[in-house]
């Protein structure tokens, strides 16, 4: 938020004054004699606040205040008045000034006016910044991916947000499954609840307990005041429990007694209180052996994984690659301010054949990183830098277009039929199917595709999680 203030006023003197003490303390003056002057200055100056004085010759400052508010609803506006002229000061105040300063001036309260207006608006755009990432990646179509795996998941999310059962969420680091959580708090009846979200493994062990729970003044060092911990802060809404794996034995009894019992007390209390919040829980661990290990508990496992959700590694699903790097980079490039950026056909193959260890999380991070590098609209293949990524998929290219057509020499069948036959199959599994951007690969219609593949007979089903399902 820029420090510009435009000051409003026909008395040269009050311009002066604010000029000379607003610059002095570090902001950006501009003045004008009149309303007039001031909507003209607007566009060029382009001021977060505008002090102005109520009575001047032609416009009224209150009428600069409606335009203002027509124009600029964001903008702080303070009204200068005098003592005589209470009713404009409350008048100013129902037409949405921020503040009003009364005549004569004092410079200590201009400056304690002028900044708190400038915080307030800091912490306005803060939390309207925060609402809007907390509900933008939220929206069901917004998970983006068209992998038979990611739409059974999409119905699984309309299923479960009309319950309250427990889910449990597995997947890699990075595939997503937070998004899936709130994904099914938005779209529940709770959606008007909070959803707060907990790392088990971010929180040291003898903190997370009164992180969840609360705790009550004098529980422990430092506990000078009561806390509500998360079970309590959530109410009625969704509260989200991301790397539940890691929790040790004696925090999983206390963990399995709030999902049974619904109740839990804060740390260095005696009192009992209920919570009625629903629990989302996810890990990338095998819960399965560490129940056999003795690591976990098994009545906790169950309690869980009432309902189950899988989420497939970026890796296995390669034809969302294309849709997601769009999505993504377009994301990026609102938050850089910065148009749509283009994505060449060769940086959406080189993301294809790269195998994304950090699945979903890495892809959105090497495409940031691209776009912040990048001079030009587009994102260019040095900008990745994700250990040769170029490299990586011209090897996974070669691999894929002349693996089959080696195993037919070895069979002493090298004719060109074969040679093409495994090419199309490499092809198509590096589309993961998608017979549309195999065409676009090869350079050939849709139709001449169609004619290939029958004559070969190859069978693309619509989900090639290895190429077997080619033959």
Known sequence: MSRRVLVVDDDASIRLTFEQHLGASGFDVATAASADEA???LAAFDPAMVVTDVRMPGMSGLQLLERLQESRPDMA???ITAHEDMTSAIGAMKAGAYDYLVKPLDLDHIDLVVSRAFRDRRLQRRVEQLTQEAAEPYIL???VGKDPRMIEIYKLIGTLATTSTPVLIRGETGTGKEVIARS???????????FLAVNCTAIPEPLLESELFGHVRGAFTGASSDRRGRFEMAGSGTLFLDEVGDLSAAFQAKLLRVLQEREFQPVGSERTRRTDARVIAATHRSLEELVAAGRFREDLYFRLRVVEIHVPPLRERPGDIPLLARFLADRAARSLHRPAPVIPDT??????????????????????????LSRRPTIDLEHLSLGDLAAAARQRQRTETTGEAAQYEEAGDASLAAAER???????????????????LLRISRPRLDRLLERHGLVVSKYVPDGNALD
């Not at 779209?187 to 609840?193: L, Q």
């Not at 495994?422 to 676009?440: D, E, I």
């Open 39 to 41: 909507l003209a200055r």
């Open 77 to 79: 506006v303070i009204v």
């Open 141 to 143: 179509d917004q998970l």
């Open 422 to 440: 495994a090419h199309l199959a490499g092809v198509l599994r590096r589309t993961g199917g998608n017979k549309r951007q195999a065409a676009r």
């Open 347 to 372: 940086v959406v193959d080189a993301l294809q054949g790269y195998g994304w260890p950090g699945n979903v999380r890495e892809l959105e991070n090497a495409l940031t990183r691209a776009l912040v």
């Open 184 to 194: 099914i708090h938005y779209h529940s009846s709770r959606a008007a609840e909070p």
